[in-house]
């Protein structure tokens, strides 16, 4: 037979394997839409639709025209709210207000981070000034006030008002409250003062904290340039490279990149200042008293107690955690064995690779994104009845061509609303994973219909290539679960006011159901519905599931003590003004909540960029987390795709966004009241090992 007839036949005949991997690498619509590079269907023909549909938004001048007419509106509504009899059209007037408003200001505030063109960035970044300087003069509009008082100090009109529209009302309140409402003329103006001069701050803060340092390249050995940006005769330091396994390299870096910068260091007093004086005018003991009302926590004392607590529970396995660091320091460098701050995340990361064998390169080939959005709809399917549809979108309505539209489906209920999935890496995309609101859900009552969510979930993922879909790290896997679970509560929370939907709500909640969400990322029986081989479609197994779960135990305790340290810290500088440097409070509570010392001439909390969206809360992921925790072992540990569960779940903590008290929705959930040791409790059994993985892996 000729050369060329034996390669016709194996071309005919494809052996069995060929056709086994056919099979079982065939991925639903969902999971084959996000592994295939996304092809674009073009029609010159068709009109330019504008971002997200919003005819405006085809060109960055529209932005203007789009915050014009916002504006127009804004104006029309006010009037409408100040002259009507107060009762619930009083309140729904205020959340369309807030919606007309919100969907120019959110759809903005994506845009100016996201969007690739420097032109829409720049339109949208003024839109969010402008409405930005609307808010504040309607939070001090005193004639707005009083009509939201008329309602609210009427006896008589608030027992008439549901739950939800009094609890709406009273939070439309508190945000005159906070902006000085209540004070005369003269105090007032200057609370309005200190609020602009508060966004000047946070904004400069913002900036300088993620600017790189720069050092003369003759200050650091040679052979170590090349870790690092050149720049003339400099090298620039743009991160603490906590993952070298160079120790110089870690140790350079952590004391460059934290070395002080006196502007950015002014900067941030001045802020802690006006943040506190801003607290006291408008009647709060502390800024930290203002930031806390409405959260779970309530007031610093209970977190400081949570975080006090927390620490004394965890104390003897931190130490444990740290001298097993020590011992792999030395064994790595005999010569310098002290253990510092710039060795925990490379010495935690060493460990937990020796004893488990977690190298990201054997789990990425099971989790194809498509395999991991395949995983995600079949999930939701069973808990909720929900599921995703891919859709092409129109002209115009996204700002790059690999962005996906997912529609979110109901069995019964039908079109949730929207999740576009900008998922993949490009140049001057922020290198972070989040959630944003573009539109909140809201009942609309003079269209007889439902305002539907729009949400974008962003993410930084490497793009497919030829030979292969995106692969996912575990780490990755676990960050699309997280922030999909701040997706399903926008989509899931079917609130009648748009003022506390979804999202909108207290901030140590917020991050429940995407916290919640890691746990079905790590839990077997829900990775093997959907992780399996690219390739050969063979199934993730077992034991590396399980071992990839004890992992995260390992040095545990002292990666949340370093949570615990940075929380206490966010406390001390929103309490009572003291008359020291940021730098000595830190000093001081890394000494008393961390361990490892305090590096001379180095100002970690430049860093600390939390401190602007998270002024005061920043202990949320702890308690967050907690709540999880609780949830998850009391509710889900038993069956994770349990539908009566998933049911009870959305209605009890997902339906209300934030138009109930989180408590109430945590007890709710719970079916009893959790206590301060409790949620401590929960933090510390997290760590308990599971004696089962060790069984399995003896059994290897």
């Known amino acids: 037979m000729s050369a060329y007839k034996r390669l016709l036949n194996i071309v005919k005949h494809k052996s069995p394997w060929d056709q086994l991997r056919k099979n079982l690498t065939t991925w639903a619509p969902v999971g084959a839409a996000f592994n295939a590079k996304t092809q674009r269907k073009f029609n010159l023909l068709e009109k330019n639709g504008g971002l997200f549909g919003v005819p405006e938004l085809s060109c960055p001048a529209g932005f203007q025209v789009a915050t014009q007419t916002a504006l127009k509106n804004t104006d029309r509504l006010v009037k409408k709210v100040c002259s009507h009899y107060p009762g619930v059209k009083t309140v729904e007037a205020f959340d369309q207000l807030s919606d007309g408003l919100c969907k120019v200001a959110d759809l903005a505030d994506f845009v100016k981070v996201a969007h690739p063109d420097p032109a829409f960035r720049e339109a949208a970044e003024k839109t969010c000034i402008e409405i930005g300087?609307?808010?504040?003069?309607?939070?001090?509009?005193?004639?707005?006030?009083?009509?939201?008082?008329?309602?609210?100090?009427?006896?008589?009109?608030?027992?008439?008002?549901?739950?939800?529209?009094?609890?709406?009302?009273?939070?439309?309140?508190?945000?005159?409250?906070?902006?000085?409402?209540?004070?005369?003329?003269?105090?007032?103006?200057?609370?309005?003062?200190?609020?602009?001069?508060?966004?000047?701050?946070?904004?400069?803060?913002?900036?300088?904290?993620?600017?790189?340092?720069?050092?003369?390249?003759?200050?650091?050995?040679?052979?170590?340039?090349?870790?690092?940006?050149?720049?003339?005769?400099?090298?620039?330091?743009?991160?603490?490279?906590?993952?070298?396994?160079?120790?110089?390299?870690?140790?350079?870096?952590?004391?460059?990149?934290?070395?002080?910068?006196?502007?950015?260091?002014?900067?941030?007093?001045?802020?802690?200042?006006?943040?506190?004086?801003?607290?006291?005018?408008?009647?709060?003991?502390?800024?930290?008293?203002?930031?806390?009302?409405?959260?779970?926590?309530?007031?610093?004392?209970?977190?400081?107690?949570?975080?006090?607590?927390?620490?004394?529970?965890?104390?003897?396995?931190?130490?444990?955690?740290?001298?097993?660091?020590?011992?792999?320091?030395?064994?790595?460098?005999?010569?310098?064995?002290?253990?510092?701050?710039?060795?925990?995340?490379?010495?935690?990361?060493?460990?937990?690779?020796?004893?488990y064998n977690i190298e990201p390169s054997l789990y990425s080939p099971y989790l194809s994104l498509g395999a991991c959005m395949e995983g995600l709809n079949n999930l939701f399917s069973q808990l909720y009845g929900v599921s995703f549809m891919s859709e092409q979108p129109t002209a115009g309505e996204v700002w790059s061509e690999d962005v996906h539209k997912l529609a979110v489906v109901h069995d019964t209920e039908g079109l949730l609303g929207y999740i576009y999935c900008d998922f993949f890496h490009r140049p001057d995309k922020p290198h972070q994973d989040c959630h944003f609101t573009i539109r909140g859900g809201r009942w609309c009552e003079d269209m007889g219909q439902y305002q539907l969510p729009v949400v974008v979930l962003m993410l930084s993922l490497p793009h497919p290539t030829k030979s292969a879909p995106t692969l996912l790290t575990p780490g990755m896997m676990e960050n699309l679960f997280h922030e999909m679970g701040h997706a399903m509560h926008s989509m899931l929370g079917r609130t009648r006011y748009q003022h506390v939907t979804g999202t909108r709500c207290a901030t140590d909640f917020a991050e429940v159901p995407s916290i919640l969400m890691e746990y079905f990322a790590t839990d077997y029986r829900v990775i093997s519905q959907f992780a399996r081989h690219y390739e050969t479609g063979q199934p993730l197994p077992q034991s590396m599931v399980a071992r990839l779960c004890e992992s995260k135990k390992v040095c545990g305790a002292a990666d949340t003590?370093?949570?615990?340290?940075?929380?206490?810290?966010?406390?001390?500088?929103?309490?009572?003004?003291?008359?020291?440097?940021?730098?000595?409070?830190?000093?001081?509570?890394?000494q008393k909540f961390y361990g490892l010392p305090y590096t001379p001439n180095t100002a970690w909390q430049l860093r600390f960029n939390h401190l602007i969206g998270y002024g005061a809360k920043y202990y949320s992921y702890l308690m967050s987390r907690a709540v999880a925790s609780m949830v998850w072992n009391q509710c889900f540990i038993q069956d994770p795709l349990n539908r009566d569960t998933g049911e009870r779940y959305r209605r009890e903590m997902l339906a209300h966004g934030g138009a109930k008290e989180p408590m109430l929705m945590v007890e709710g959930m719970l079916q009893r009241q959790p206590t301060i040791e409790d949620f401590v409790d929960a933090l510390v059994s997290e760590l308990n090992p599971n004696f089962e993985t060790f069984i399995m892996d003896s059994e290897r």
Request: proline share 4%; net charge neutral; aromatic share 8%.
């Open 133 to 355: 300087t609307v808010v504040e003069k309607l939070n001090t509009n005193v004639e707005l006030c009083k009509s939201l008082k008329k309602l609210l100090y009427n006896p008589d009109i608030v027992s008439q008002l549901d739950a939800d529209t009094r609890r709406v009302a009273e939070l439309f309140m508190f945000d005159f409250e906070i902006s000085g409402i209540h004070l005369d003329d003269k105090v007032r103006k200057e609370a309005v003062s200190l609020h602009v001069k508060l966004l000047d701050l946070s904004n400069e803060f913002l900036v300088g904290s993620h600017l790189p340092n720069r050092i003369a390249r003759s200050a650091i050995p040679e052979h170590l340039h090349l870790h690092f940006a050149s720049e003339g005769s400099f090298v620039q330091v743009g991160g603490l490279h906590a993952d070298s396994p160079d120790d110089l390299v870690r140790e350079i870096a952590y004391r460059i990149f934290l070395h002080p910068n006196a502007d950015l260091m002014d900067c941030l007093e001045e802020l802690l200042k006006c943040r506190y004086k801003l607290a006291k005018l408008v009647g709060y003991e502390t800024y930290g008293h203002r930031a806390l009302k409405g959260t779970m926590a309530k007031t610093p004392e209970t977190v400081m107690s949570f975080l006090k607590l927390l620490t004394e529970k965890l104390s003897d396995r931190t130490a444990k955690d740290f001298q097993m660091m020590r011992g792999m320091k030395k064994k790595l460098n005999p010569r310098n064995s002290e253990l510092m701050p710039w060795d925990h995340p490379f010495l935690s990361g060493v460990l937990r690779a020796e004893r």
């Open 561 to 590: 003590q370093l949570q615990i340290f940075y929380a206490v810290l966010d406390q001390i500088y929103h309490s009572t003004p003291q008359n020291r440097s940021t730098t000595d409070i830190l000093k001081e509570m890394q």
